[in-house]
């Protein structure tokens, strides 16, 4: 099968299965979704240049109203016809030379056709003016799909920037990346085209024809794609954690999913619209990104993300006698929080090597933690001890390690004519403390301590 025959293949089946079962829509994170295309028609006077045995403008009218009909069935989407270079004579070279002629609307169907049937090409070619006038075509509505199709003959001949102009669009959110039909273009021209949009090359009328059923096809429809979460061994193992999306250009939040793996025991299929190229951001702890990742429409899309883990147990022997105990796990380069664990709580972690801090008194602080492949790594520190501080007046002062002589500061003490408990881990410790009420710093006490796991230590002040 030729290349003309397989896309027109692709595209009916496409189109039939849209046209057949708009319940594909349901698949969608939004169901209730508004898809509306703006035909963007290049009117300049070089459309009247050949094409097989008509003109290229009557190619272009005679199949642009053939999709227009074909959609007046299509309650979710709504169309509009926007032209440029059609009126006023090249010589002039009026760069503002574009109009919507049918904005959109419901059942403007047959607008848009007579609209179609009455173009004259006269004028010059200025896609980026009539890119930037296509942004107020659209309505300032939620939840909507916004695509323009831009048919041209040639590039620009003002003094603008397609490429800027679209990339300011779709970065502020007001359209997705447009689709670009190029008739009779020369081979060199071909690449202006990339930055502005996904480019399709139509040299003759059953071109034309297949590729702007393709164009609308991927418009209309979602594709489906996978994501492999990547263990060590580059295996799709990793599962049951949450996916968000975001569109690479705008940074909006598009969706979230929680993967799974399917009864198969394979990453489970998922829809997305090829329409956006994708940050994809997984909630791994650490989380893992990949960005800008472009979905083929009509084609199942696998995306690889390397996201190997293993997991972390905390656990405190015997009796914690913490009401809760947390550990901060750091980068161990930058020192930055990357989470805050929970004792007696098992989590999975990207492999690789972390320091700790654990929140004791005094704290606890473990370097080059190793989290391997799918294995768990536990740590456990001692039961901790109480120190229970009985007195009836105020007290400030200072608790300290005493670790060879050398006091290590732990907390600080005020405390206000209650018995006060402080949960501390085992060791030699050593009270400094002075009644408030006392103006003699001679009147200080320094008394050392023992803490033992499980037991209580009782000082009376």
Request: charged share 25%; glycine share 6%.
């Amino acid at each position: 099968m030729g290349y003309k025959q397989c896309m027109k293949h692709i595209a009916a089946f496409g189109l039939a299965l849209f046209f057949a079962f708009s319940g594909l829509a349901q698949t969608s994170p939004k169901p209730e979704q508004t898809t509306r295309i703006l035909f963007l028609l290049d009117a300049s006077r070089s459309m009247y240049s050949r094409m097989d045995d008509d003109t290229r403008v009557n190619v272009a009218k005679k199949l642009l109203s053939r999709m227009v009909d074909s959609l007046k069935q299509l309650s979710e989407v709504e169309v509009a016809l926007r032209v440029y270079g059609h009126q006023y004579p090249v010589e002039r070279q009026v760069c503002t030379d574009t109009k919507l002629e049918v904005a959109f609307g419901k059942d403007n169907h047959n607008d848009i056709k007579e609209a179609i049937t009455g173009i004259r090409p006269r004028g010059t070619t200025l896609i980026a003016y009539s890119l930037q006038e296509a942004a107020y075509d659209f309505p300032r509505t939620p939840n909507s799909r916004n695509i323009i199709i831009l048919i041209t003959d040639g590039i620009e001949e003002c003094d603008g920037d397609p490429c800027a102009v679209s990339q300011a669009l779709q970065k502020q959110g007001i359209i997705l990346k447009p689709f670009i039909i190029g008739i009779g273009l020369q081979e060199d021209f071909k690449a202006q085209f990339d930055c502005v949009g996904k480019y399709f090359e139509a040299n003759t009328e059953e071109a034309f024809e297949n590729v702007l059923e393709v164009v609308v096809s991927q418009a209309l429809n979602n594709t489906t794609c996978q994501i492999n979460l990547l263990d060590k061994f580059n295996k799709p193992t990793e599962t049951d954690v949450n996916i968000s999306f975001y569109d690479a250009k705008t940074k909006e939040f598009l969706q979230n999913v929680v993967h799974t793996l399917n009864e198969k025991g394979v990453p489970d299929t998922i829809y997305l619209d090829p329409a956006h190229n994708y940050d994809i951001l997984v909630h791994t702890i650490p989380p893992v990104r990949k960005n800008n990742v472009e979905i083929l429409p009509g084609k199942h899309t696998t995306i690889d993300i390397p996201a190997p883990q293993g997991s972390l147990g905390l656990e405190v022997a015997g009796l914690t006698g913490y009401p809760r105990l947390n550990a901060l796990i750091l980068d161990p380069k930058t020192q930055q929080i990357i989470h805050v664990q929970e004792f007696n709580t098992v989590e999975p972690l990207i492999i690789g090597t972390y320091d700790l801090e654990i929140l004791t008194l005094p704290r606890i602080r473990y370097e080059g933690v190793e989290i391997k492949q799918s294995k768990k790594t536990t740590l456990k520190i001692f039961q901790p001890g109480k120190l229970n501080l009985v007195t009836r007046s105020d007290y400030v002062g200072d608790i300290y390690r005493v670790k060879g002589g050398d006091y290590e500061w732990v907390c600080n003490l005020d405390i206000n004519g209650k018995n006060t408990v402080l949960v501390l881990q085992p060791g030699s410790y050593a009270l400094v403390a002075r009644m408030k009420k006392e103006k003699n710093i001679i009147n200080s006490k320094d008394q050392t301590f023992e803490i033992e796991s499980g037991k209580v230590t009782n000082i009376t002040l």
